[in-house]
């Protein structure tokens, strides 16, 4: 059963990791 929760936990930080590229594209953005 671990290997599935690594499984999950891999996703989630990627699924994190792009919604924060995702936040910070809109909070630049107007910057720009």
Not at 15 to 29: E, G, K, Q, R
Request: charged share 10%; aromatic share 16%; with cysteine.
């Amino acid at each position: 059963m671990f290997h599935v929760a690594r499984d999950f936990a891999a996703f989630g930080s990627l699924v994190l990791f792009c919604a924060t590229i995702v936040v910070w594209s809109d909070v630049l953005m107007p910057l720009n």
